[in-house]
């Protein structure tokens, strides 16, 4: 059965980085289409990132220009460089993975259109 799995969550300061893995065995990953997503207590979860068609890369407004997603085929693996971290950062990081065919035609920050998610790494940043 395929699985994520999350790693590189941890506590910075405001103003750090860290860099998000996750590792996919199992899967068909060449032919996925994935994302990352975020849920701090009380919230809904949200899309955070994700790889659109024609590999346009897609992004929550507030992580614009902070946040960068990417993917490593060779490795099977899916990043999430976060700089300049702010507390609103704080939450519980997903990766998720759609394997339908034609995956790139829906909306990749939808949670709604995964099927397979990790169990989470936290993130915390401090003011």
């Known amino acids: 059965r395929g699985q994520l799995v999350e790693s590189g969550g941890g506590s910075v300061q405001a103003g750090g980085s860290l860099r998000l893995a996750c590792a996919a065995s199992?899967?068909?990953?060449?032919?996925?289409?994935m994302g990352w997503f975020r849920q701090a207590p009380g919230k809904e979860r949200e899309g955070v990132a994700a790889?659109?068609?024609?590999?346009?890369?897609l992004y929550l407004d507030s992580v614009k220009g902070r946040f960068t997603i990417s993917r490593d085929n060779a490795k099977g693996t899916l990043y999430l460089q976060m700089n300049s971290l702010k507390p609103e950062d704080t939450a519980m990081y997903y990766c998720?993975?759609?394997?339908?065919?034609?995956?790139?035609?829906?909306?990749?920050?939808?949670?709604?259109?995964?099927?397979?998610w990790g169990q989470g790494t936290q993130v915390t940043v401090s003011s």
């Open positions: 790889l659109g068609r024609d590999k346009s890369l």
């Open positions: 199992g899967l068909s990953y060449r032919n996925m289409c």
């Open positions: 998720a993975a759609d394997q339908r065919p034609l995956c790139w035609y829906f909306d990749r920050l939808s949670q709604h259109e995964y099927q397979t």
